[in-house]
Each structure stands twice: as C-alpha cells, then as structure tokens.
C-alpha cells in the first residue's frame, strides 16, 4: 500500500482557560481535539464535518502548525511534520496552504490583488523569477475565473465570490500537494457556492491537489468529498468514502445529522431530535462523549469509550457499541 500524503496519529490539541487573574489559571482545559487518526492521499479530498465547536477547525491550525499541537504526530509526505523547527518547516510550508472562511477578513484591505496573491513570491524568491512574477499572477487570476487586469484592484472592490476566488489563488501560487479548505463557502449565496465548489474541483483534476475540505454542510461535502469524517467533541467518531457515510451511517450521531439535511424525499416523521446540548467540552462525558444525547444509550456507554472499529467495511469505521444497530 502506498504512503499517505498525510497522516496523522493520535492529534490533541487542548486549550487551558484563564480565569481572568493575573496569576491564576481557572484549572479548566478545552478538550478541542482530543484523539485524532486521520489519512489522505494525494489528489484526494476529505470531508470533515460536525456541528460548531467539534474541532474541525483546530485539526486544520494543528497540521498546518498555525498553532502548535499538544499531542500526537503527523506526517506529510513520511516527513515528521510536528519534528521540524519552525526554521525548517517553512520549506515544507510551501506545500501546504490554507482557504479560510471569510473572504472579507482573509485578504488585507491595504494591498493590491496582485500583491496579495504575489506575496507568496516574497517567502520564496526562488520559485518564480522576479521578471516573470506579473505573468503568473495574471495566470492564477486567469486559473480561478477572474482578468489578469483585477490585479491593480482592491478587495473592497469584488464581491464576496471573487473574493474567494482570489484567497483560491493565492493558496494556488506556490503549487501545494494540500489545501486546507476552512469553510470555505459557508459565507457565500447559496449560487455562488456552487461556482467555488465546482472551481475547486477543476483544479484538483488539473493538477492534483489534495484537499482537507471542513465545512457543516452536508450536502457540499457529500458532492466534493472522496471520503467523509464526522466529529462530535473533539473525537472522530464515523469515517468512511461517501457511499459508506452517507448512504449506511452507523453511528446514531451521523444519522441525526443526516436527518435534519434537507430531504424532500424523507417524511417529517423521520428525522432524528437530538435532546441536550453539546456537552462542555472541558469536562465531556465518561465513555462514549456521545451518550448524553443519544436514544441508544445504555450503562455500556457510559463505562466504556467505545473504540473507532470496522463496520460495513474494512475503510468504514464508527466508534459506537451499539453501531450493529442501524435504526
């Protein structure tokens, strides 16, 4: 079997809260990821999805080292991503650039389109000569649905699509192997959602590109996604391709979430009310963090934390004791 372009082992990344003392902590830790296994091949995407809160985000901070892990080990490409120096992860940096939410806040106001999308250049001079540097930002311009001529332009002069067009291009620039795409139409109207989606999809069958794609949509993730991988409380608790996740969900959770999609085939009477709220995710519940919502729920679960285990097949996993029970 060939070697993942990533992968990552056991991922925790806790926040300690302060307490808002000068010199004392309020002892409660942020369990925001808290035990994470991921893959992805080259060329592949994969949805990750889960109500606000669940740790989507913070995987994508952590494996691109915006913010440090507390725990665990990465690898991109079999090279230790968490090992490197800060000095000598910025070569491997290159490879891996980010999509983030909103298209207002993520472009800086003062800078031209073409310096924005440029700036990568700066980093490392020597991937595009200086003399040759206009040719390929009219290129990526070009590459994402926008004129050559928009470099000259400010960001307050686009629309929120062709924002994101442009974070795309920038993202673009340096020719990554991975991007992290942070709901990265969630701002967006519905129609020009559709033309990011399908942008995004033209340039992975052009050049490759793998995609970590975070979003709460499940119906863009169901379209753009290879495989899917559902979190609730910092814990993966169902993974598989599409087919698997979407089509034989396991885990009681993914079903709920899957019956509050919108579904005009599926009767009202169908869908899943979960009960509570998210519990804290500072102090989660014993065994399977999922129990205290859940309509399958037995002394089982609050016992023991139920491992992440093969269901319909080898690559679908869930972590639920009762997953044999579909309904």
């Known amino acids: 079997m060939d070697e993942p372009l990533l992968r990552v082992e056991g991922l925790v990344k806790h926040y300690r809260l302060d307490d808002g003392s000068a010199f004392r902590r309020s002892g409660k830790t942020i369990r925001a990821v808290d035990g994470v296994d991921l893959t992805l091949a080259a060329g592949e995407t994969l949805g990750v999805v889960g109500e606000s809160g669940c740790g989507k985000s913070t995987i994508a901070k952590a494996v691109l080292r915006l913010e440090e892990p507390t725990a665990g080990r990465a690898w991109f490409r079999g090279q230790d991503l968490f090992g490197f120096s800060r000095r000598a992860f910025r070569q491997v940096r290159r490879e891996l650039q980010i999509v983030f939410q909103n298209p207002y806040a993520s472009l800086n106001p003062r800078m031209r389109i073409g310096d924005i999308i440029g700036e990568p250049f700066e980093v490392f001079p020597d991937l595009v000569p200086g003399a040759d540097r206009k040719r390929r930002?009219?290129?990526?311009?070009?590459?994402?649905?926008?004129?050559?001529?928009?470099?000259?332009?400010?960001?307050?002069?686009?629309?929120?699509?062709?924002?994101?067009?442009?974070?795309?291009?920038?993202?673009?620039?340096?020719?990554?192997?991975?991007?992290?795409?942070?709901?990265?139409?969630?701002?967006?109207?519905?129609?020009?959602?559709?033309?990011?989606?399908?942008?995004?999809?033209?340039?992975?069958?052009?050049?490759?590109?793998?995609?970590?794609?975070?979003?709460?949509?499940?119906?863009?993730?169901?379209?753009?996604?290879?495989?899917?991988?559902?979190?609730?409380?910092?814990?993966?608790?169902?993974?598989?391709?599409?087919?698997?996740?979407?089509?034989?969900?396991?885990?009681?959770?993914?079903?709920?979430?899957?019956?509050?999609?919108?579904?005009?085939?599926?009767?009202?009477?169908?869908?899943?009310?979960?009960?509570?709220?998210?519990?804290?995710?500072?102090?989660?519940?014993?065994?399977?963090?999922?129990?205290?919502?859940?309509?399958?729920?037995?002394?089982?679960?609050?016992?023991?934390?139920?491992?992440?285990?093969?269901?319909?097949?080898?690559?679908?996993?869930?972590?639920?004791?009762?997953?044999?029970?579909?309904?």
């Open 137 to 327: 930002i009219g290129e990526l311009l070009e590459r994402v649905g926008l004129s050559p001529a928009a470099a000259g332009r400010y960001p307050h002069e686009f629309s929120g699509g062709q924002r994101q067009r442009i974070g795309i291009a920038r993202a673009l620039a340096l020719r990554p192997a991975l991007i992290v795409c942070d709901e990265p139409v969630s701002a967006l109207d519905v129609s020009v959602q559709a033309q990011i989606i399908n942008l995004l999809e033209d340039i992975q069958k052009d050049s490759g590109v793998a995609y970590i794609f975070i979003a709460h949509d499940l119906t863009v993730v169901r379209h753009i996604s290879h495989r899917v991988a559902v979190m609730y409380l910092g814990r993966i608790v169902e993974e598989g391709s599409v087919e698997d996740v979407f089509e034989r969900p396991t885990h009681p959770y993914t079903q709920a979430l899957l019956s509050a999609a919108p579904n005009p085939a599926r009767s009202h009477d169908s869908r899943i009310i979960l009960a509570g709220d998210i519990p804290d995710p500072s102090d989660p519940p014993s065994g399977c963090r999922f129990r205290t919502r859940c309509w399958k729920a037995t002394e089982l679960c609050a016992r023991e934390e139920p491992a992440l285990a093969p269901r319909t097949s080898p690559a679908h996993r869930s972590a639920c004791h009762h997953a044999a029970d579909h309904g």
